[in-house]
């Protein structure tokens, strides 16, 4: 069963402004952890936001935050002021607990991002 | 510098070889992962090793092999049982804690002649 889905297979944003990645996760357990990870054409996956399953506030790290909705189970990526070089694909990966058999990350299709000036 | 280091960057090879595909780091991390991405998709989980001298197979394991005799270094065999080798490898690393981030390095791209 698909674990992770993201439905976007490509977006376009205009330089400076904000743009969301959606991520919708499927998963039993109440323990879990979500990724975000952007991979350039270089082909290197650089580790963006974590944010786990007990934590009350959305993630932020510099630019981009997570848009976490428990109920829902969506972790959407939301980057601000894009910029060229924010042009990427980005993955969301679901990591869940050791010990379940699964001690690794399950990654979605990616987006593809297209930042254009 | 600490990180994740892959080699070689670009491997060629013709069928029916086996090769190897190198993964060294210096994060003093206890888990290792290799991962196997083809054009279009996402990672899949190969292999993957908690602690020195132990291993899992992943989701898909089958015409792989590895090893992990010392900590810092997590080698992929890729065997001639393997029907559809080319592909893009990926190795990573982490701490043991489920929080902990699993760091990549800059993989190694595959192509079978």
């Known amino acids: 069963a698909q674990k992770i889905t993201q439905t976007q297979p490509g977006m376009f944003v205009q330089e400076k402004e904000a743009v969301t990645l959606d991520c919708t996760y499927d998963t039993s357990d109440q323990s879990y952890g979500l990724f975000w990870y952007k991979q350039p054409s270089s082909g290197e996956m650089i580790f963006l936001i974590y944010?786990?399953?007990?934590d009350e506030q959305n993630a932020t790290e510099g630019r981009y935050s997570l848009n976490f909705q428990k109920a829902r189970k969506s972790a959407n990526l939301v980057i601000s002021a894009s910029q060229l070089g924010d042009s990427a694909m980005y993955f969301c990966?679901?990591?869940?607990?050791w010990g379940t058999g699964a001690n690794n990350l399950f990654f979605g299709t990616g987006t593809r991002l297209t930042v254009i000036p | 510098d600490g990180g994740i280091t892959q080699s070689p960057k670009y491997l060629f090879r013709k069928e029916g070889q086996n090769v190897t595909l190198s993964c060294e780091q210096n994060l003093n991390h206890d888990a290792m992962y290799w991962y196997r991405q083809d054009p279009g998709q996402g990672l899949r989980l190969i292999y993957y090793?908690?602690?020195?001298?132990?291993?899992q197979k992943g989701d898909i394991a089958e015409g792989y092999s590895v090893s992990r005799e010392k900590k810092e270094s997590f080698p992929l065999t890729v065997t001639s049982a393997q029907k559809n080798p080319t592909a893009f490898y990926l190795c990573a690393s982490s701490r043991q804690g489920l929080t902990d981030t699993q760091y990549f390095g800059p993989g190694t791209r595959l192509t079978v002649l």
């Open positions: 990966a679901m990591r869940e607990p």
């Open positions: 090793s908690q602690i020195v001298n132990d291993f």
């Open positions: 944010q786990g399953s007990y």
